[in-house]
């Protein structure tokens, strides 16, 4: 079945700099690579989300790159702020018999002042 | 306009004792999701409801029911409590379908001892 990885698993970076998450996935049929941001305390909230159509999407100042060779996908979010300190989840979807989308097991940004 | 709301927020059980998580969503969504959160698991899919009156096993269905009780309406029930239960849940709708926006209830964190 599908298996998606996320590094790292914790990010510490200064206010102001750039962050980069990596995910990977192993089943080729996912087409679908969406990105929740989890502030402590919260739930869960979809912040881009890109399908395999596409290799590269922008949302002011986050972006999500897709390699579908690869099987790699990325979130970049540049001139990070404190309100950006959150736990990031990626997760690939396809079509089987029902809608399938599999988590990435979340990485721990903290942006420093 | 509340989107998901789901209920208890906190709970402590015994084990072998049972209960049910309620949710409740207001978007006229068709689909809707139960989802347990593990610390370095991300979110799994415990069961969904593509549709009202239809139900299906996710990810880590073993010690769960559900009821789509109307299109509104998404019960989760453990019968009999194990402390291998003990997780944060989160219930999720979507207009149709997990390949698009989710949109996350706040959380119940249960503890079963």
């Known amino acids: 079945g599908e298996n998606v990885e996320q590094h790292p698993s914790t990010l510490s970076v200064q206010e102001g700099d750039s962050a980069v998450i990596k995910c990977t996935y192993s089943?080729?049929?996912?087409?679908?690579f969406p990105w929740y941001k989890q502030e402590l305390g919260k739930r869960p909230q979809l912040i881009i989300d890109?399908?395999?159509?596409?290799g590269e999407k922008k949302d002011q100042r986050i972006a999500v790159t897709l390699n579908k060779t690869a099987k790699h996908f990325s979130l970049h979010i540049t001139e990070t702020q404190p309100e950006d300190s959150a736990v990031y989840f990626c997760?690939?979807?396809?079509?089987?018999?029902?809608?399938?989308?599999?988590f990435g097991p979340g990485t721990s940004l903290s942006v420093i002042p | 306009n509340a989107g998901v709301t789901q209920t208890p927020k906190f709970q402590v059980l015994k084990t072998g004792q049972s209960m049910t998580l309620q949710c409740a969503q207001d978007?006229?969504?068709?689909?809707m999701y139960w989802y347990r959160q593990d610390p370095g698991m991300g979110l799994r899919l415990i069961y969904y409801?593509?549709?009202?009156?239809?139900?299906d096993k996710g990810e880590v269905p073993n010690g769960y029911n559900v009821s789509r009780l109307n299109k509104r309406e998404f019960s989760l029930r453990l019968e009999s409590a194990a402390p291998s239960q003990t997780s944060v849940y989160f219930c999720?709708?979507?207009?149709?379908?997990?390949?698009?926006?989710?949109?996350f209830g706040s959380g119940t964190q249960l503890s079963v001892l």
């Open positions: 890109i399908r395999s159509n596409v």
């Open positions: 999720a709708s979507s207009e149709r379908g997990l390949r698009e926006k989710l949109f």
């Open positions: 997760a690939a979807g396809m079509k089987t018999s029902y809608d399938k989308v599999i």
């Open positions: 089943d080729s049929a996912s087409n679908y």
């Open positions: 978007m006229n969504h068709n689909s």
């Open positions: 409801s593509a549709s009202e009156g239809t139900t």
